[in-house]
């Protein structure tokens, strides 16, 4: 059965961190260039990071030098930390392989506010 669960979401200070999170299974997960996309309200939903199976990693412009995307293929698991949040990063993040064939997880909330 095809599923993408993402966690680690929640209210954050600008300048604060987060870990998310993202268990993958069905998807021969070690062979996929896997992402982490986020929507915000009224915009589309766009990639922020990918990684390879071997570990290359790319980033989008706007979050370049903060975010940092890993994987552990054993755990089927990819995972973003997010370092010097902004306001501008508060949105919905998900994963997904980067052809994005598979049905989207529910997401996980990020909120960037004082």
């Known amino acids: 059965q095809v599923q993408l669960v993402e966690s680690g979401g929640g209210l954050v200070q600008p300048g604060g961190s987060l870990r998310l999170s993202c268990a993958a299974s069905?998807?021969?997960?070690?062979?996929?260039?896997m992402g982490w996309f986020r929507q915000a309200p009224g915009k589309q939903r766009e990639l922020v990071a990918q990684?390879?199976?071997?570990?290359?990693?790319n980033y989008a412009d706007s979050v370049k030098g903060r975010f940092a995307i890993s994987r552990d293929n054993r755990k089927e698991t990819v995972y973003l930390q997010m370092n010097s949040l902004k306001p501008e990063d508060a949105a919905v993040y998900y994963c997904?392989?980067?052809?994005?064939?598979?049905?989207w997880g529910q997401g996980t909330q990020v909120t960037v506010s004082s």
């Open positions: 069905g998807i021969m997960f070690r062979i996929r260039i």
């Open positions: 990684i390879t199976s071997g570990g290359n990693t």
């Open positions: 997904n392989n980067v052809a994005q064939n598979f049905p």
